[in-house]
């Protein structure tokens, strides 16, 4: 077999005896005009590293790699390795399987060079690694760019503005270090089985990072922020040390709500306050 005449996904799933896990957090995606145009998101991939998470029996591995990319798959689901072995052995030299869980890896240290994450995320873990490339300590970061499939709700969490009910601790996280936008939305139809819920395509390049910030103490503020979302500033963020304070010498109305707060006002706080 090469890449010339590889079988039809759905012939790949039944062959293999494949059926997405909910425990994984699994949806598959079959239709390959779809994922072509996934691939493309992030730009000219030719010979360009990527690293994806969650391949599964390889829909956007077969994208990505008619795309001319080097990818590096990570996948925890055993079941589906005889499948991406199959393109593995298509697409000589471009493939490299991690069976593993991506949670446990340093992505980073896997990849040898800079590299684009480009991945159909688990619903389960997606918001988690999402955060964990957003907030590394080294800035710039490894990664390129992330193009990254969630349910729509927690796209458009990622991209809120101010004011807004889906603004909060995802948006300024995904902000204040990145330029973020909506790609794509995917309908859950072209999935299966078909999740309950819409689907979305984040693109996030980074940017240059605020001097002075912590990152533990922006975290911190905005967790506390925006767990009590309905309440003043002077209640949730009392239990902060130094973030009352830093809101006076700022000159932000401590009786305002987190959600009125732009990305650069928690990143002023964060800074005033300094390591938590």
């Not at 101010?162 to 139809?189: D, F, I, N, T």
């Amino acid at each position: 077999m090469d890449r010339t005449d590889l079988p039809p996904l759905r012939e790949v799933i039944a062959r293999h005896g494949l059926s997405a896990s909910k425990a994984l957090g699994q949806n598959f995606l079959l239709d390959e005009q779809l994922l072509d145009r996934i691939a493309a998101i992030p730009g000219d991939l030719a010979d360009a590293a990527v690293l994806e998470i969650g391949p599964g029996p390889g829909g956007l591995t077969r994208a990505l790699l008619r795309a001319g990319a080097r990818v590096s798959a990570i996948e925890r689901d055993a079941r589906c390795l005889p499948a991406l072995a199959e393109l593995e052995a298509a697409f000589p030299g471009q493939l490299r399987i991690i069976e593993g869980d991506a949670l446990a890896i340093d992505h980073a240290e896997l990849m040898s060079e800079p590299f684009a994450v480009v991945a159909n995320l688990p619903y389960n873990i997606g918001t988690l690694l999402f955060t964990r490339w957003l907030t590394r300590p080294e800035w710039p970061p490894a990664w390129t760019s992330l193009t990254l499939m969630f349910q729509q709700e927690v796209a458009r969490r990622v991209v809120a503005k101010p004011g807004s009910g889906e603004y909060g601790r995802l948006a300024v996280l995904s902000q204040w270090r990145a330029e973020a936008k909506l790609a794509m939305k995917v309908h859950r139809s072209a999935f299966t089985p078909p999740p309950k819920v819409m689907s979305a395509i984040v693109h996030c390049l980074p940017t240059e990072q605020p001097n002075d910030v912590a990152i533990a103490t922006l975290e911190r503020v905005t967790e506390a922020a925006f767990g009590q979302r309905r309440k003043m500033l002077r209640q949730s963020l009392k239990g902060v040390s130094g973030a009352l304070a830093a809101l006076e010498t700022l000159g932000i109305d401590e009786t305002r709500r987190a959600e009125t707060l732009s990305v650069n006002d928690f990143v002023s706080v964060a800074r005033e306050i300094g390591t938590i």
